[in-house]
Structure formats: C-alpha cells, structure tokens
C-alpha cells in the first residue's frame, strides 16, 4: 500500500503540470526517452528480472516502512518505467503524476538495491530515466524544479548573485585570518595546483566552512586557488530533476573554469551528490569518459594531508562518534576505508552503524530527495526510521557526515527520531583539533 | 598595425622588478600581473599596517586601500585593480580610483584595443554595468555576464527584468531574462541566456537562448533562429561574416549550425570552443568524433589523433595557416600542432602561440612546480617561478619572454633562432 | 505420439532454444553497441571478480542476509542443471542416439535431488505467493514460468517412480522438457545467461568505474 498521506501531499509543482499534460504528449515524450541508446540496458534489465523480490530487504524506504511493499525497488519499477514499456507510453495524467512521487521522492537512486539483486539490475538507472521522462513532461516536485532554475539562471543551486559569491570568500579570509594571520584565499589563481570548489549552500547559509578550509588549505601548504567567477559551485540538482541539458551545462561550466585556470586538480567541498555529478553523470553526457582533471573529494585531501602529516591532530574526540558514509563517495568512490582513517585521527571512540561501508543505508535526502523540500518533509523522514534505529543503537552523540545532504538529512532525523545526537562535518573537527603554526593559537 | 609592433624588440634582458625586495618590506605579496609588452609587472602588497596597496616595478600606487584583488591589465598596457576604499568599491586605472564608488564592482573587461574598461557594478539592491565609468541608465535585479564589442563601443548583458518570488517556477518557466544592450533590454523575455556575443562590427548581439523547458537556440538581436535544437553552445562571429554559428545538439549529437543551417557536415559527440582563423576563411573547434576521445577539427575534418581527458581552444596562426590547442591525455598535458602532438609532455601547458610562417610553436608549460618554456615540443632548460605565455614579435623572428627567476622580474627578448 | 515427441518435437524444442539464445545474445550485442558508454566502462577482471562472488556461495552479503533461500536456491540450481544432463536415463539416450558415453548419477540419487528441485520450487512458488513483496511484483505468467520449470522434474519424478501409466508419463515429461527450453529465451529464465552479462556490468560499474565492490 502506498502511503495516503503521501498521495495527498500537495506539491504545485506536480499539480499544475499534470492539469494540462495531453496523452499524446505523454506518450510522445516516453517513446523518445525509450528509443535512445541508453533505454536498451533498461529493457535487458527488465527482461532479465526475475521477480524475486531479494531486493526490497536492501532499501531503506522499505524496511523504514515496515515492509510495504510498494516502497521494494522492484516494485517502483513495477509501477513506473515498467507499465511505460508495456503499454508503450500510453498512460495517463494521473500516472505520470503517480510516477514522479515515487522517482522523485521514494527512491533516491542510492544504488543499495543493485548490491542485493543477485543479477546487479540498475533500478537506480531505470527510476532516473523515470525522472527523465517526468522533467521533460514538466512534471518535478516544486523545490526541486526551482534548483534546477537556479543552476540554469546563475550557475548556482542557491541563487547566489555573484557579488555575494565574491563578498563572502573575502569576508571569510578576513575571519579566517583571525584564527591564521596572513591566511589567503588566493582567487583566480592560474596555473595554481588546486581549485577548491563548494556546492552553494556554503555561501549561502554555512559559510564558516569556507574560512575552515582556507585554514586547512593554509596549514597544510597546499598551492591553491577558489574561483571569483562562475564555475565555483560544484552541486548539481539538474542531474537529479532529469533536466540533463542544464546538468552537462554547469558541469560544463565547473570543469572550464578548473582548465583556463589551468590547475592540476580540483578538489571539492564535503558533499557526495556533486561528486557524482562532476565524476560521473556531468562528463557522461558531456562526452567524456572521465572527468578531464582528477577530483579529488575532502575526504582524500584529508586522507592525503594527515598522512603525509602535513597537517597534525592535538586534540582527539573521547565521545562515541559515529560515521554516516555517503552513498555517493562510498558506494560511488570507494572511500570508507580513508573515511575512517580520518576519523580514527580525530577520534578515539568510533562506534560503527551496521551495516556500513558499501552497505550503508543511504540518508534518505541525498539523490535530491531533500530536495523535493517541505512538502515532502515527512514522507522522506518516514522513509528512513532505519537509519534513526542504526543511529539510535551506535549510543553516539556524534554522527560524522561527510556529505551535505547527508548531514542535513541525519539533522532532520535527529530531529524527528529526537535522538540525542548531533553532526559534524569533519572539517569542522578537524579545524578545532588540528596543531597550528606556533604562536598561532595558545 | 599590430600593437606589438611599438614594443621594444631589442635583444637583451632587463630586470624591471623585485618581488624579493617587496617581500622583505610588506606583509603579503599577492600574485603579480604583467603588461602584455612586458615593461610593467603589478602586484597586490598588504602593508606591515594591514593596508593594501599595488606596487608597479615596485613603486606604490598612491591612493590606501583597505582591500586590492582582480589586477589586469588592459591590451594597450594599463593596469586595472578592484579596489575599496572608505568601505565602497571601485576600479582603479594605473592608480586612479574612478570618481564613482560602488556597494560592489567585479569582473573588469576591456575592449580588444583596451580602450574602454567595463565592470559589473551593483548599486542600491540592483545591477548594471559601469564602462568607462559611466553607469548603464538602468539597473537590473541581475546581471550575470556581459560583452563588449571589439572597439567597446556597445556593449550587451544577460539581465534578470522580471521579479521572481521565491520558488516561483511558473514565472520562471514563462521567461524573466533578457538582453540589455547599451542599457536597453530587448523586449522577448527568455528562461535562459548564456554567453552573449556582439559581431565584429557591432550591429549584432547573439547569445544562447533556452526558450521553453527542453528547447534551445541563439537569438540574434531579440529575434530567435527558426530552428529549435536539444541544446545549444556559445555563438561566435565570424571575421567577416555575416549571422553568427554556434554548435547545436540535435537528438545526441552536435552539429556547427550558421544562421539555423547546419554548416559541418558531420555530427559529433561533443563540438564545441569554436575558434576562427584571423581573416575569418578557416574555422576549427574542438570535438568529441566518438564518446571519450577529444580533438580538434578543421574546416569539418578532424585531427587523426584523439585525446582522452580534454582538448582546449584552439588557435590559429597569424596567416591561419596553422592550428594548435592544449591537449590532455592520461593526465598529462601538451601541445598539439596540426595534428601532430608534440612528444614531451608536461603537468600542464597553456595555450601555444603560433608565428607567421614556418616559424616555432611555442607554449608555456609547467613541470615538478616550476614554469618553462616549451619550443616545438623541447623544454628550455630555463626554469622560472612565474612565467607569461611568450610573444612573438610580428615578423615572428624574436620572442618577448616575461619571467620571475629568483625573486626577481626579468624582460627578455631573445631572437626564435637562439631559443635553447 | 511417442515417436513424434521423441523425434522432432525435442528437436524443435533445441531449435528454438539455440536460435532464441542467439537471437537474445545479437540483440543485447547490438543494444550494447548503441551506448557508447557501456563497453568502455568495462573490464574483465572487475566482470569476473563480481561474476565469482555472486556464484560462489554466499560470496555476497545479499546472500549471507538470507541464508535459508541462498541454500534452496543453489540446490535447486545445482540440481536444476545437473540432472538434465546426468540422470541414467539420459544418459541412456545419449549413449543409444550419439553413441556418447557419459558418466550418469546413481539413480537414489537422482531421485533426491529431483525431489529437492519439486520442493525448493514449492517453496519459491509459495514465496511468490504468501510474501508480500514478492507478490506484489508476481503476475500469473511468473508463477506459470515456475511451474514450467518444475514440469520435467514432476514428470520425471513420476516416470522413474512409474506410479502412473509410463508412456503417458514420458510423454508428458519430453513436452515438459520442450516446453522449458522453448520458455527460457523468451521469459526471465533468460537470466541463466543474462545473468553473467548484467553481472559484469554491474561488476565493472562498480568497481572499475567506481572503485567500490558490488557483492
Ligand atoms: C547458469 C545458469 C543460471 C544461473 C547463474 C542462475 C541464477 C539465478 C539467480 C541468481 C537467481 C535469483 C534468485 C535466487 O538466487 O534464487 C535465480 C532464480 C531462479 N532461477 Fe536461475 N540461474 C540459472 C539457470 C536457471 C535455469 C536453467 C532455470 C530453469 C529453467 C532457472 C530457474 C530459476 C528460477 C525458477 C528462479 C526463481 C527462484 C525464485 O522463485 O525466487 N535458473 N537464478
Ligand atoms: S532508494 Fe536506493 S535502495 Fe531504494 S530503490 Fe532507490 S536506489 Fe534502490
Ligand atoms: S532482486 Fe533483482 S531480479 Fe529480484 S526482483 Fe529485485 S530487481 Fe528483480
């Protein structure tokens, strides 16, 4: 049974674009989704699909749900791009509308699904290719829709005029001076060995990290540079709306500014969805296999710096600390194992969720679920009392979240579950337990 | 008359400035900036008082400053900073402070001759664009990028014109952008609009337009071309041309589009950065002929060889005769010429600087932290702190070296022939 | 009736299975093809590494999580695939129609694992029906398939056992058979060989591309 309360969520963006959607522009639109080369995969995957049902057990919306099986992987394919298929795009309205709520808001294309189906079936791939169709129709939840405007307007996700972008990284360098005389955001730096990229909520509502970083940059020695100009923001909700065009185009924008600069990496801000945009989705559509200078998320430049003890811990955390990790750079990058040699430099009493590693349970607000914003608030907070229950068990007072969504979405989990428990970026640790240069700091 | 050709050519070096010497007097020195003719190299001081100030061949600009980034200088050899002063912004031309002061000024452009200096400028809670220090008529509730034409007479920006209350995307998706020229907003509204371009003799503006959610095309004056495309990149003129062409995705290929037509024959997987030869007969871009293999095309051929991680603009030689762009593959960079890649690579090499003739290619390249210069392929065994990309004189028989080797500036001019 | 089920009818059945698989295998080729993206992704070692976990038992967490079901599972595959091959009385055939020796189970015990087959499938169908999950996704074509799939397994059961009347029972049992092989290109029983091409894919997005592991 899927969720009344859910089916009746008023989301405008939903609703005034189903009101005037034909069915013949709906099936239009699926059957050019469905003939393109990528569809292919889907249609093998859904041929090969045995039924079996093995995958439900794997995501959080399902068993947070007490097992409804609706919430199964399997099933939302069931209900979405599977009848699309069959009835060869001929559905209605209603559907679509039907369809977006559970692509957009009930799955968030974390991939723990395809780690427990015996054959690896791509659900994640097959709900996007869902979202697709739904942007192209014009069918997105609101928030998220609005985002992805933002990024086509300004390069953005936030809206950030380019003179808060500007005004900010110098208001943040004379803070973070304060902590470190002669600290330097350098901008527009050529030829410098790293661009350091932020998504935009960082400008905009936390940019205190911005001051951290230049402080971690500053001490460990590292030849960098933060970009005045478009290209600065890594984040990419396009890629989660189904808007592709508007994808490849700021990621297009990201990764220009990073070669005219001329740097030799780019490292990024603690998020996860923007690692993949920039890694994988972002260069994919934009043609090329790779991204064409190396990313390097936080979490490795912290791997990278402690252990070549370019910068050093004094201080170590004894409270029970927990480690949220991020779809997006574990699932999607492999880096648990240097997560947690991060936070074993900083911590002393790191109590594991299980399952975690590649087996963690994805937040429940990354994959532009959080994104979908208040309307959704509760159904997606619903959809993840597992990860309140794993986060409850941990007895921790510290969840570590490397990840922007993550550590918004486990705040709002806190918060509903009233767990007694809070986040931390490990920036933010690391800033506050790392040795200063002498006579910095008494 | 290149301006070049008013620079001193004569062979020899001269050191014009120590950045050393000011790192010894001042509490930081930021990271310089030097003249295209290279007689001048500025660079942002922070003084033992917390001031900030711009030192010229190490002489002070008089004026204090409470702040000083964003040092360019202008093609015809004056140096530009953002500068505030008495908590307001403005640009600051060889040391003078514009008589206006703004909440905020940003992103200095000049016109090809340097002769007007623009910037974006946000005044009350609104944005317009300041050239020459005079301020657009009307301001916008934002201005994202703007162009201006060769001799910067007219200039075009991408302007939000209609109020859009948080979160609205009906409003959005009806078009709130516009372009505003000289000032003047064109009357279509659009959803979206990047890169604006003004044609050589500055009657026309084209920028890319999204004109409905999946829908795009270049607007040329307000008026879009006939054809809609599944996405479109940045319009250029052509010297001597007519329309402007842009590539434009059809289906999930890109094709060069002139004036709505398809120009190229051939479509590929990515096309763009599209770059004319000085007389405007030749065009070249950089293209994708399959998924994950870069290179450049000529005229709709491409190169044999192909690259993995990017392929850079392109550049032709004066007599356009020539092409060349940065290539990377397998996270090394280098230079390629006509097709032909170079055989040392390097851990990053900037945009070759092509010769009339027969003439060497040269590109400034780093390697193991340090900057070189790389000659047809060869690194020089010259190592420098800061290099600028090399010039060559117009007869393309001597080569304008601009380098810091230690601590100090040095202008060199060395005839091709002795570069070793 | 016999001679025909015997004669052309098993060769219909190994016609239409063989040209079916390949029909898949050039159709899967060919879709692969049109996304540049898929084959560059790929290589082999991260295809086998995955392929190899997912095969060998409770190689993956998946598997660990339920163990009852992986067990039924692979003795329902191992069987389900050896005795086709191995029962005497195959064997038998073979030896009479090709002339092929071939190395043949005892028949007890053949007789069991016939018997594990019917039962692991009983309990997959009752899963398919009493699970919620599972039945939500399961439409009476899927059961059917099921049922196709036991259908030699009965009959042959029946037929060693001889309870019913022989020759009706081994035609019975030759149809059924047919009738398996005709299904598998055309429905999910595919995945027997679907199965290694979605794995490796599966296998290399995640580890070559994403330098994380699948199982
Ligand atoms: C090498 C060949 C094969 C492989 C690797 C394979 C693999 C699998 C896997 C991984 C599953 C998923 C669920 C589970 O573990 O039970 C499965 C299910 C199944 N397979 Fe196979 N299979 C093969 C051949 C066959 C054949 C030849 C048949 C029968 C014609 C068959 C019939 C079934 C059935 C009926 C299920 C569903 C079980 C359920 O109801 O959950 N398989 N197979
Ligand atoms: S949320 Fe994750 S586990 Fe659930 S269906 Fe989507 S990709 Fe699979
Ligand atoms: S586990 Fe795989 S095969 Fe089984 S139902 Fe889910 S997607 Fe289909």
Redo the contacts with the bound molecule.
Sequence with gaps: MADLADMQVVDKGLEKAVAGLSEERIQEVIGSVLSQAVAGRLKLYLQTC?????CAEACHTYVSRDKDPDFAPVAKVKDTLAVMLKKKGRVDAEFMKNAARVAFVECGGCRRCSMYC??GIDIATMIMTVRRICSLLGVVPQYIQDTTNSHSATSNQMWVQPDDWIDTLIWQEEDAQLELPGLRIPLDKEGADVLYSVIAPEPKVMAQLIANMAVVMNVAGIDWTMSSADGWDNSNMAMFSGDLEIMGRIERVHWERALELRVKRMVMGECGHAYRGAVYDGPKWLGWQGPPLPMIHAVELYYDILREGRIEIVDKLTEPVTIQDPCNIVRGSGLHEKLRYVVAALCDNVVEMSPNHEHNYCCAAGGGVINCGPPWKLSRLKSIKVKAQQLGRTGASLCITPCHNCHHGIEDIIGHYQLHMRTSFILELLVKQMKMPEGVRG | MTRSASWSWETGSRTLADLGELRAVHREVHEPAVSPDGERLGVVVVRGDGAFAVAENGELWEPELERAWHLRYTPDGRLTALVRIDDMWTVAVDGEPWQRRFPFVWNTGFSADGRVIAAQVKEGMEYTLCVDGQLWDRSFLSLRSYALSADGRRAAALVQVEELAEADTEKFAQGTWSVAVDGEPWEQRFIGLWSPAISPDGEMVAVQARTDRFEYTIAVNGVPWESRFACVWEPSFRPGGAGPLAPARVGSTWRLMEEGEQLWATSFVQLWHLRFSPAGERAAAVVAPEWGRFTVAVDDRPWGCTFGDAVLPPVFSPDGKRVAATVGHRRRWTVAVDGQVWEESFDMAWMPVLGPGRGPVLAKVQRGGEYGLAVDGRLLSQRYELLWDPVLSPEGDKVLLRGVQGGKYVRRVVPTGELR | MYDFVRGPLVWIALLVFVSGLLLRLVWMVKTVRRDPTVLPAMTLRHSLRSIAH??IPFGSRS?RTRPF??A???A??LC??LLPVTVMAHSVEWQQSWGIRWWSLPPRVADGMTLLVILA?VL??L??VMSAE?RNVNTPLDLL??L??LGPFATGFLAYHQWVDYQTIIVLHIVSGAL?LI??PFT??Q???M??FSRAFMGSEFGAVRNARDW
Excluded: A, D, E, K
């Excluded at chain 1, 045995?50 to 093995?54: I, S």
């Design positions: 045995v039924h079996c049902g093995l015996p054959f | 997912w095969l598997m079901f992986s039924m599972s692979y329902f595959h389900l695939l499938g997959f169908l899963r398919r599972v398939i099921l196709i799939v398996w299904t598998i999910w029983l995945h027997m060989f199965f290694f």
